[in-house]
Structures are given as C-alpha cells and as structure tokens.
C-alpha cells in the first residue's frame, strides 16, 4: 500500500467518524417551541441547516476520496478525468484526491 493509498483511507475513515458525529440525533431536537423562545427555535434551525451543509460537503469529499482510490487502483491516479492531462505534483500534494487539474476544476467552477 502507498503513502497516498493510505493518506486517502485515513482521510475516509475521518470522514465517516465526522459523517456518524453529523448524523446523531440531537439531544433537544423535540423541544423546538415557539413564542417566548422563538430565539431558541430559531437557533436550533440554524444548527440543523447548518449540520445538513456540512454532511452534504462532506458526502461529496467522500466521493472524491473513493475516486482517487479507485484511481490508484486503475493506475490513473495523477491523471485529470477530464482532460487526460497530468494533474500536478503540488496540487495533488494539496489535495491528494484531486481527479481534476487545476484549470478542469476552474471549468467546471464556473459552470456551477
């Protein structure tokens, strides 16, 4: 097993420990009331969307790991999916499950 094969599975097995952390049911998630403590419910709200935010972000960051692993499996790793191009020493350094080179990743940024 590689550097980077490991590096990719101790950074999925931290996603998955913070994905389980996300997913627990919050002590007072009955007890949103409204009227005297609308501010409470309002916080607790907040809280939710913003606990959704953060799974989603990080849903997506586990997907990009297991594609990089499935790279180094394939032999492709380094290589940009889109381009074919090489994706860069600094940037996979970076970000090491990068699949996309820096200018791919700027295109499709800007057709989000």
């Known amino acids: 097993m590689t550097d980077v094969d490991t590096l990719l ?25 409204f009227g005297k403590r609308a501010g409470d419910a309002t916080n607790i709200a907040a809280e939710q969307l913003s606990r959704v935010a953060t799974h989603d972000q990080l849903l997506a960051l586990r997907a990009e790991v297991e594609r990089a692993l499935a790279k180094i499996d394939a032999q492709t790793y380094g290589v940009c999916d889109a381009c074919d191009g090489p994706i860069g020493d600094a940037r996979l350094e970076a970000l090491p499950w990068a699949c996309l080179c820096v200018q791919c990743r700027a295109d499709a940024a800007r057709q989000l």
């Open 9 to 33: 599975r101790d950074k999925l097995a931290a996603i998955d420990a913070e994905l389980g952390i996300l997913t627990e049911q919050p002590q007072d998630a009955g007890a949103i009331q």
